[in-house]
C-alpha cells in the first residue's frame, strides 16, 4: 500500500520562528489533508490539499502532486501550534473513497 | 452546532468483555470512519460507513464490529476486548462527494476520543 513518510519526526522551535514540515508519498493520490492534533487529543484539520497552495492566517501548505511531497508553513509560531501535526492521503488505487492513510506525524514544540 | 461527539470519553473494561463505543455527528454527513491511535503506529482505520446501512473494512477490522442503522449514528463494538486493544479511538465524518473518476473525500471532522483500556 501507500507510504507516508513525515519529516522532521520532533521539531523545537523558538517562539516566533518559522518552520516548513514536510509529508512525502509514495504514489498517486487522489486527496491529501493535514490535521493538527493538540497536546489534549484533539484533531483539527488544517487543509484538504490534494494540489496547489492554500494559506490560512500564519498556516500555508503547497502540494506537488507530480512529484509526490506536501509541505506545511508554520510562520510566526506561537506556543498554541504545539502538539502532533500529522499528514493524510488517500490514493486513487485504495478502490475505497475515505481511506485515509496517515504519517506518524511530527511532533512540534515552541518554547516560549 | 454540537457536531460530532463520542461516548464515553473513557472507559476500562476487562479482557473478554463487549464494549460499544458510541459516535453521534449533527451534520448529516454521509461518511463516518472509526480509527485508532496507538504509539508508533499513527491513526489506522478499522470501519466506515459510506452511508446508513453501508460499511466497510478499514486497515485493522480484526475483532470489531459496526453498524449503522441511522446516518447520524455509527457504533463500534468490541465484541469480546483484548488488551491490544487498549488505545485510543476516533470518530470522524465528512460529507463525501458522488464517486467517479474525479471522486474526492471531503474534508474528514474528528470527534474527541474515547481513551480505552483493556484490562
Known amino acids: 500500500g501507500i507510504q507516508v513518510e513525515q519529516s522532521p519526526p520532533d521539531l523545537i522551535l523558538q517562539e516566533g520562528a518559522n518552520s516548513t514540515l514536510r509529508c512525502n508519498f509514495s504514489d498517486s493520490v487522489n486527496n491529501l489533508q493535514w490535521f493538527h492534533q493538540n497536546p489534549w487529543g484533539q484533531l483539527i484539520n488544517l487543509f484538504y490539499?490534494?494540489?496547489g497552495t492554500k494559506q490560512n492566517g500564519r498556516l500555508s501548505a503547497t502540494t506537488v502532486a507530480t512529484e509526490r511531497y506536501s509541505l506545511l508553513y508554520i510562520s510566526s509560531s506561537q506556543t498554541t501550534d504545539s502538539g502532533v501535526y500529522f499528514c493524510?492521503?488517500?490514493?486513487?488505487?485504495?478502490?475505497?473513497?475515505?481511506?485515509?492513510?496517515f504519517g506518524k506525524g511530527t511532533k512540534l514544540s515552541v518554547k516560549p | 452546532d454540537a457536531g460530532i461527539t463520542q461516548s464515553p470519553r473513557y472507559k476500562i473494561t476487562e479482557t473478554g468483555r463487549q464494549v460499544t463505543l458510541m459516535c453521534h455527528q449533527t451534520?448529516?454527513?454521509?461518511?463516518m470512519f472509526w480509527y485508532r491511535q496507538d504509539l508508533g503506529h499513527g491513526l489506522r482505520l478499522i470501519y466506515y460507513s459510506a452511508a446508513a446501512d453501508i460499511t466497510d473494512k478499514g486497515e485493522v477490522p480484526d475483532g470489531y464490529v459496526v453498524s449503522r442503522s441511522k446516518t447520524e449514528n455509527f457504533p463500534l463494538t468490541l465484541e469480546s476486548a483484548t488488551r491490544s486493544q487498549t488505545s485510543v479511538y476516533f470518530c470522524a465524518s465528512s460529507e463525501a462527494r458522488r464517486p467517479g473518476l474525479a471522486g474526492l473525500t471531503d474534508t474528514q471532522y474528528f470527534g474527541p476520543g474515547t481513551r480505552l483500556t483493556v484490562l
Open positions: 490539499i490534494p494540489s
Open positions: 451534520w448529516s454527513h454521509s461518511y
Open positions: 493524510a492521503v488517500e490514493t486513487f488505487r485504495g478502490g475505497s473513497q475515505g481511506n485515509l492513510i
